[in-house]
């Protein structure tokens, strides 16, 4: 049964950076079965992608970020990150890490973290 | 990007009552790469339908996806108590994917 677990600070000052990494058990990142995904939800909001990575460090984003996010990957320590660069407070949310099959047809997201609220505040 | 818009936003049912929801995409969504999820308070969202209308592992069979093109609907047959939740709409057809606002049945 795979398990994720999202970890990282809670509060974050604004035009910092964000760092958030999942750890994965009872799976591996390097497998190839997944796209190890994260994703974010606003308080009182809906569900916004950030990007996937695969095992071969293809990633993929959404442009919405501008280039302010990075998604990767620690195979020695099972775990995959996001990165997000200077932060705003439209920034605060859960975020959740996710995962998603390796074919078209499987890019829904059928594995997901608690998630982890993360605040952008000063 | 393909916008996907959720209505009514909130639905009010008493249990045993049908739920219909409907999700709109602003492109037709012509490989039926839709998704349902189910999101509780204070949990992740809960992977109900994908494919548009084939049920995840576990889900039972009160909840069914149906639609095409760019209209698509999720029905809860008669709902339990466990079924009152926000619900999500997910394409994966275009990248960015992307996700309807939910809509969440409530007790009336």
């Known amino acids: 049964q795979l398990q994720l677990q999202e970890s990282g600070p809670g509060l974050v000052q604004p035009s910092e950076t964000l760092f958030l990494t999942c750890t994965v058990s009872g799976g591996s990142v390097s497998s190839g079965t997944y796209y190890w995904a994260w994703i974010r939800q606003p308080p009182g909001n809906g569900l916004e992608w950030i990007g996937s990575?695969?095992?071969?460090?293809?990633?993929y984003y959404n442009l919405s970020l501008k280039t302010r996010a990075t998604v990767s990957i620690d195979m020695s320590k099972n775990q995959f990150s996001v990165r997000l660069d200077s932060v705003t407070a439209a920034d605060t949310a859960v975020y959740y890490c996710?995962?998603?099959?390796?074919?078209?047809?499987?890019?829904?997201?059928?594995?997901w973290g608690q998630g982890t609220l993360v605040t952008v505040s000063s | 990007e393909i916008v996907l818009t959720q209505s009514p936003g909130t639905l009010s049912l008493s249990p045993g009552e049908r739920a219909t929801l409907s999700c709109r995409a602003s492109q037709s969504v012509i490989n039926r790469y839709l998704a349902w999820y189910q999101q509780k308070p204070g949990q992740a969202p809960r992977l109900l339908i994908y494919?548009?209308?084939t049920r995840a592992t576990g889900i039972p069979d009160r909840f069914s996806g149906s639609g095409s093109g760019t209209d698509f609907t999720l029905t809860i047959s008669r709902l339990e108590p466990e079924d009152f939740a926000v619900y999500h709409c997910h394409q994966y057809e275009s990248p960015p994917w992307t996700f309807g606002q939910g809509t969440k049945v409530e007790v009336k």
């Open positions: 990575i695969f095992y071969d460090g293809r990633t």
């Open positions: 494919g548009v209308s």
């Open positions: 996710a995962t998603s099959g390796n074919q078209h047809h499987l890019y829904y997201f059928d594995n």
